[in-house]
């Protein structure tokens, strides 16, 4: 079986279980929308693996890789169990439940954040590691630089217009929420440049991988702009796109873990 149909069928795969799970979760976390979540979630550790076994090609770097989607997998159980077991919704738990039990839940809910924001770490890593490498990373640092600030720019500005207030939270999951949006924003910057760098060997994967990045940024924004204001912006409409985004660019990014 070559590497097209075997991508073809874990793309079949992952869009029935996304689907299911935006039916069944659309308007609280279950049981039921919890188990397809993270049957989503793990699609892309599955694509990768896959990928990477037919190809050949196992590096230390398709290897962390798959380890940061794996980190991710754990992450996104944290991050929608806590909802599921305190009243099914985000709006419920930090509009209520964290108010009243903010102490005892900071732990979970800081591991949870904190795993996905080792994995997009690891991942920003893998792909500057393949530019080190290749001997461009200083060539592209400027460029870097610039796609960063793009992100930060674009919640500076429209955060104010959002009427976002910052929630009540604890020091450490307020910093954790800064170190989330600055490594969403290089990591963004560093598929971006990384696209650029890989136009001139595989223009097709490029392509993928600055379509995985784009899709990645829309989906942190919109979930972003979800949690500012849960009454006007958590809408069933709002949590479609954003999580059918995410699991959109997580496929994207994993199709291409073979290449590093």
Not at 146 to 175: K, Q, W
Not at 217 to 224: E, K
Request: with cysteine; hydrophobic share 55%; aromatic share 14%.
């Amino acid at each position: 079986m070559s590497m097209r149909i075997a991508g073809t069928i874990c793309w079949a795969l992952e869009i029935i279980v996304v689907l299911a799970y935006l039916y069944v979760g659309r308007e609280k976390v279950s049981k039921q929308s919890l188990i397809l979540k993270e049957i989503a979630s793990a699609g892309p550790i599955l694509y990768a693996s896959l990928l990477i076994n037919m190809s050949g090609h196992l590096s230390r770097g398709a290897a962390m890789f798959v380890g940061a989607l794996v980190l991710y997998w754990l992450g996104d159980f944290v991050t929608a169990y806590l909802p599921m077991v305190h009243g099914g919704t985000i709006k419920s738990f930090y509009g209520e439940t964290y108010r009243e039990k903010g102490t005892g839940l900071t732990i979970w809910l800081g591991t949870g954040c904190i795993a996905i924001i080792v994995s997009y770490f690891m991942q920003m890593v893998v792909f500057l590691n393949r530019l080190r490498d290749a001997g461009e990373l200083t060539q592209y640092a400027i460029f870097f630089l610039i796609i960063f600030l793009v992100p930060l720019l674009l919640i500076a500005i429209g955060l104010p217009l959002t009427g976002f207030e910052i929630p009540e939270v604890t020091t450490r999951l307020f910093i954790i929420g800064i170190f989330y949006a600055l490594l969403t924003s290089a990591l963004f910057a560093t598929t971006i440049v990384f696209s650029a760098w890989f136009m001139q060997f595989d223009r097709n994967h490029a392509l993928f991988i600055a379509m995985g990045g784009v899709t990645f940024l829309l989906s942190a924004l919109i979930m972003g702009l979800r949690y500012s204001d849960f009454k006007k912006y958590d809408t069933k409409e709002l949590r479609i796109i954003s999580r059918s985004l995410i699991y959109l660019s997580r496929m994207i990014l994993a199709g291409c873990a073979f290449l590093f």
